[in-house]
């Protein structure tokens, strides 16, 4: 599976000070999601390697319907670039807006933290494969900024 989108209520336990949801738990729910789309491409345990370029782009309310999709956005030897976007909106009006976005890398990895090959995925649609240049172009700053 390419893609995954989890779909849950913001409770009340996960509000800051300031009555919005804590970027920390929306940071848990974008590696969770990322956990189950990179798991279920691979078929093995998986890892998170990299965080990159999240962006808050506004606040969740408590209350709010949440959807955090996983999206698989490039893959190499053993690893998965994943992007994930964020919505959240009242259920009752049933706008859904972005709230986050990122890319995260997962590695799949054997019972010893080794990495794993995994399967490569081909983008097919016009938006995965300019979803594939971005992430790939993500990848190549990030070690140029990271080997310098």
Known sequence: MSVITLRFLAEPSTVN?????????????IDEAGYACATSWSK??????????IRFHRPIMIGDLVE????????????MNIAVEVR??????????????CMIVFVSVDS?????????????????????????????????????
Not at 17 to 29: A, E, L, P, R
Not at 68 to 79: C, K, M
Not at 90 to 99: F, S, V, Y
């Open 88 to 101: 959240s909106g009242d259920m009752k009006g049933g706008a859904m807006q972005k709230t986050t976005e």
């Open 68 to 79: 955090v999709e996983a999206r698989l956005a490039y893959t190499g030897n053993s690893s």
């Open 44 to 53: 093995r345990y998986c890892v998170t390697v990299y965080v990159g370029g």
């Open 112 to 148: 010893h933290g080794r990495p794993l090959p995994v399967d490569a995925w081909t983008p097919e649609t016009p938006g995965e494969v300019a979803l594939a240049q971005s992430a790939k172009a993500q990848l190549d700053a990030s070690r140029v900024t990271h080997t310098s």
């Open 17 to 29: 000070f300031g009555g919005k949801v804590h970027g920390g738990t929306v940071m848990k729910w």
